[in-house]
């Protein structure tokens, strides 16, 4: 798993080492995209079969829709439910960010566990390391966990990342109502969790 390896010590030499220096966030962007068109390039697998695009996007609104019942539910029983002010502009930032992710997610770091082991096996190792990127927030190791889980899944039968972009979008916004960012932890990663948490 080259790429993989490449691509996780990419981000977490960012956001333990280089981010809390002053490195722009621009410097490991070009890396992990330029890793993941190289890959491409290699594999030929880039995401977007346009067969898969309606059948993944059933499936996506299914677990979204279940992931945001049950996320607000949490909300709702905490008392943490408030208005975040979330609006479309919100959403035109998070599906190319939410997409973005997926495209590595599902194109390199699925594939080529699945070079390696078996299919379900892959699920679980690629959601693993996604949730790794995410440490050390407890909240979002286990919920990118749980989302991988469902968006590897979903790839896995209908490889068309769109969906599963707009599904990251739209779960991070319901993520945002539901919980303080006291719990979030203002969705920060690496060092810079550590430094809204102390």
């Known amino acids: 798993m080259p790429f993989t390896v490449a691509i996780l010590v990419t981000i977490l030499g960012y956001t333990w080492l280089l981010e809390p220096r002053g490195v722009r966030v621009v410097v490991p962007a070009v890396i992990v995209v330029s890793l993941t068109v190289w890959n491409g390039l290699r594999s030929g697998v880039w995401g977007w079969s346009p067969k898969a695009l309606l059948p993944a996007t059933r499936a996506a609104a299914v677990f979204t829709v279940a992931a945001v019942l049950v996320v607000l539910g949490i ?18 930032v998070l599906i190319p960010w939410g997409t973005g992710q997926q495209w590595v997610l599902q194109t390199l770091v699925l594939r080529e566990a699945r070079g390696l082991i078996s299919q379900k096996t892959s699920i679980i190792v690629a959601a693993a390391l996604f949730a790794v ?49 006291s719990l979030t932890g203002h969705l920060r990663i690496g060092d810079a969790y550590l430094r809204v948490t102390r």
């Open 75 to 92: 909300g709702m029983a905490l008392g943490t439910l408030h208005h975040q002010g979330a609006s479309v502009r919100d959403l035109a």
């Open 133 to 181: 990127v995410h440490a050390p927030n407890p909240l979002l190791m286990t919920v990118t966990f749980a989302g991988a889980l469902g968006w590897c899944a979903i790839y896995t039968r209908h490889p068309n990342i769109l969906p599963l972009g707009v599904s990251h979008a739209v779960a991070t916004i319901a993520l945002l109502y539901s919980l303080d960012a």
